[in-house]
């Protein structure tokens, strides 16, 4: 006997043998026990999932002579000629060549004779959305009302092209894109059967290589096979079939922990000198990423479409990765893969990528920080810069100097008057607890803030507030850290508001500042060698120490 690819050789007789529909196969099988029959289906779905094969098999159980609960038998003289494509009963039509009206025409003239041996005249009309406006215009009558003898099963991969007049007249079945593991399982059941070796890594890239459609796998399959003969390696297939293997990503993944920078290069030479695409790489790190946290997520890998093999590999990732840290990295390479696309030297670009990826630091969200600074546990904090912070947060607050006062002193003398006001501008108030109470009360109600604008303003400042903290406070002055640049700008345009939201929350309106500097400016070097003592006018020690004024002689 010739040759038959697998395709053809292990298209499934019957009903039973078709993998990942069951939810069509149970139904017609019902219909056909309850003798519950439209007069017409469609079928739509991904291409190579089995359309056209259940198409024919129904046909074969509603001719078939000797039927088995209610499957046909494929042994009787009917089955035989339907699958020898043999029977005048059974009449597949292409409606990519025969799409005009004229064919149509024909069609509904041969529609009224009975069939000859079966019971059913059957026509299976494949990729029917090609058929033009005119051919569908002519066909509605008669698939409508059709002779009690004829039935009609349409197939098509483009639904949306079929008119909907069409459409309700039929019964329609929608099938699903294959699964991986539907799909590894029939390739082993044709292994074994074939006598192949072939692994489980092999079988995962060629099933996941088919994306869904079952004879593009066998397609697959038989080409590794043409090239490996019985026994099929894993590196092979993926040489063959042009694959990035998954651990490619897994050295992404891991220097992106340990700050590896060299294995950016590294990963990219081995894409340019194999031809890989980097679109297809860039896309292929999205899913891993989206499998760790998939896994960090559910704490199983059930989840996940990925060889045995490297189950227990994501796992260990898995416990590397934050849940906000793995958001952080799936929204940045969605953004970098539009890039990607507009991008005219992509090798250049996806190295940029990659190092601002691996460039990326460690988050903690806000109830972290407040939660280890209460405790006093830190050790969450592995940089040295973020334990500073926490540090610097509960500092002393400096004495501040008081505000003018609204007292008349016109009873007084002149030098009475010139004592009491000296006195009180150049008084300096201790330092109390009082700050440190609201610094303290602030950090313990922030997370109730952030959480009220993240409600009220979730697009414009809650990605900022989510990000910053509060390290300080002088009188209605809040110090934040971790402002990024145009952050302050957007505060500042929504101060009024924010004012409002810190009264609510704090007791108290609040304006919101950038951390002060360690660093002194120029301007702050000069006021502070400037000699103030020997000002006797308050008004301007309150001008050159507050407000940044100098002398001018």
């Known amino acids: 006997m010739a040759y038959q690819v697998t395709a053809r050789k292990w298209r499934p007789q019957k009903f039973n043998e078709v993998v990942g529909q069951e939810h069509i196969t149970e139904t017609l099988k019902n219909s056909l026990r309850k003798n519950r029959i439209a007069h ?3 079928f739509t779905g991904p291409r190579g ?10 046909a074969k159980a509603l001719n078939c002579l000797n039927p088995v609960d209610y499957e046909p038998c494929n042994k009787c003289q009917m089955c035989k000629a339907i699958n020898e494509m043999q029977s005048m009963d059974i009449i597949e039509i292409d409606a990519a060549t025969n799409r005009g009206i004229d064919e149509v025409r024909t069609l509904r003239e041969s529609v009224k004779y009975a069939p000859t041996l079966g019971k059913y005249k059957v026509y299976i009309i494949d990729e029917v959305h090609m058929l033009t406006t005119e051919s569908f215009n002519a066909f509605l009558k008669t698939l409508e009302e059709p002779p009690s003898h004829t039935i009609f099963i349409f197939a098509t991969t483009d639904i949306h092209k079929v008119p909907p007049t069409i459409i ?4 329609r079945f929608d099938f699903r894109r294959l699964q991986v593991d539907t799909i590894k399982d029939q390739l082993k059941k044709i292994a074994e059967e074939e006598k192949i070796k072939i692994n489980d890594k092999a079988l995962t890239i060629i099933a996941k290589k088919a994306d869904g459609a079952m004879r593009d796998a066998q397609s697959y399959f038989d080409q590794v096979i043409a090239f490996c003969g019985e026994e099929v390696d894993s590196n092979t297939v993926s040489q063959i079939l042009n694959l990035i293997d998954e651990e490619t ?4 993944s891991d220097a992106i922990t340990s ?7 590294d990963t990219i030479n081995t894409i340019y000198q194999n031809g890989w695409d980097f679109t297809d790489f860039l896309e292929g790190l999205i899913e891993h990423f989206r499998n760790i946290m998939t896994v960090v997520l559910t704490n199983k890998t059930t989840h996940i479409e990925c060889a045995e093999i490297y189950k227990p590999k994501y796992l260990q990732s898995s416990r590397e990765f934050s849940k906000g840290d793995l958001l952080r990295i799936l929204n940045f390479l969605s953004k970098a893969q539009q890039e990607l696309k507009f991008s005219n030297n992509q090798k250049l670009k996806i190295e940029i990528i990659l190092s601002h990826l691996i460039g990326l630091e460690k988050s903690a969200t806000i109830s972290e920080i407040i939660s280890a600074i209460e405790s006093g546990n830190t050790s969450f904090m592995d940089e040295e810069p973020i334990k500073k912070k926490s540090v610097d947060r509960v500092a002393e607050p400096k004495p501040f100097q008081s505000k003018i006062t609204t007292q008349k002193i016109s009873s007084t003398t002149p030098e009475e008057s010139k ?4 006195s009180y501008f150049t008084k300096s108030i201790p330092p109390s607890s009082a700050n440190k109470t609201n610094i303290d009360e602030i950090v313990a109600k922030w997370r109730s803030f952030v959480e009220d604008i993240s409600k009220e303003k979730a697009f414009l400042l809650a990605p900022i507030f989510s990000k910053v903290y509060p390290v300080e406070i002088e009188d209605n002055k809040l110090f934040l850290d971790n402002l990024e640049p145009g952050f302050l700008e957007t505060i500042s345009l929504n101060q009024d508001y924010l004012e409002k939201k810190s009264m609510n929350i704090f007791g108290k309106k609040l304006r919101f500042l950038e951390k002060k500097q360690e660093k002194v400016n120029p301007r702050q070097n000069f006021i502070a060698k400037t000699d103030n003592s020997s000002l006797s006018d308050p008004f301007e020690k309150i001008i050159i120490e507050e407000l940044g004024g100098r002398e001018i002689s």
């Open 259 to 265: 700050k590896n920078f060299q294995t950016v290069f």
């Open 49 to 58: 999932v089995g359309k056209t094969t259940t198409a024919r098999i129904l």
């Open 168 to 171: 309700s007249r039929c019964q």
């Open 40 to 42: 017409a289906y469609i």
């Open 419 to 422: 004592g009491v006001k000296t």
């Open 249 to 252: 990503y897994f050295k992404i």
